[in-house]
């Protein structure tokens, strides 16, 4: 697609839940990011991926959360046993190399809402 | 951890004003960012600047690199609603992943 796509838009689930957050980056970027933004909040890394393996999962904030890249496109971001802290709008972005000193940059989402009640 | 502060916050003015808005760390970055983003969007970057000292131009839109690449100043003149958004700085720690700003919420007023 032109952009990069997230689905779903939002997202409102029970504590304890499992959930998976879902993201197709532009075709052909090698690059994808999570990141997590708090409400009034800058984005936080999560994790990063280079083609299909997690090159830095450094921000991942417990073993709750996961994410995958089978095929190199479509990423997935799993979060179980959901706490209410977990509610955030979850923005995936992905580059063409990874190289963020060109005005290529990230293309972002325009994210999932996760609600946990 | 490398933190990335923006001044101000919040910034309410009036059609055709200038501002400035600042980003400052700590840290030395390799690049900056500046993105702009809209209530349920995502960031979209407006320029990427590389080399200490450099100045770049985007229409009304003025952004420098600090000489020792700490820190970053966005100059907007003669301001629009148009304008009006959250703006966020970000540095490139050289590890491929981005530390972003506290964020600076615009509101320019006809």
């Known amino acids: 697609g032109a952009g990069v796509s997230q689905t779903p838009s939002n997202k409102v689930t029970e504590k304890g839940k499992y959930v998976e957050l879902r993201c197709d980056p532009i075709?052909?970027?090698?690059?994808l990011y999570w990141y997590r933004q708090s409400l009034g909040q800058g984005p936080e890394f999560l994790i990063y991926f280079q083609g299909t393996g997690a090159a830095d999962d450094s921000g991942l904030p417990n073993d709750r959360f996961f994410a995958v890249r089978p095929e190199g496109s479509v990423s997935t971001l799993k979060i179980q046993r959901t706490e209410r802290g977990d509610s955030a709008v979850y923005l995936c972005?992905?580059?063409?190399?990874?190289?963020?000193?060109?005005?290529?940059?990230?293309?972002f989402g325009s994210g999932t809402r996760l609600t946990v009640v | 951890t490398q933190l990335l502060e923006q001044s101000p916050q919040f910034l309410s003015i009036q059609e055709g004003e200038n501002l400035t808005v600042y980003c400052n760390s700590s840290s030395v970055f390799s690049s900056l960012q500046w993105y702009r983003q809209e209530p349920g969007e995502g960031p979209v970057l407006l320029v990427t600047v590389v080399t200490g000292g450099e100045v770049k131009k985007l229409k009304r839109l003025t952004f420098q690199f600090g000489d020792a690449r700490k820190d970053s100043s966005l100059h907007i003149t003669a301001a629009q609603p148009g304008d009006t958004g959250l703006y966020l700085c970000a540095g490139n720690t050289g590890f491929q992943k981005l530390v972003f700003g506290t964020g600076t919420r615009l509101l320019v007023s006809p």
């Open positions: 972005a992905s580059s063409l190399h990874g190289d963020t000193s060109t005005n290529y940059g990230y293309t």
């Open positions: 075709s052909g970027h090698t690059a």
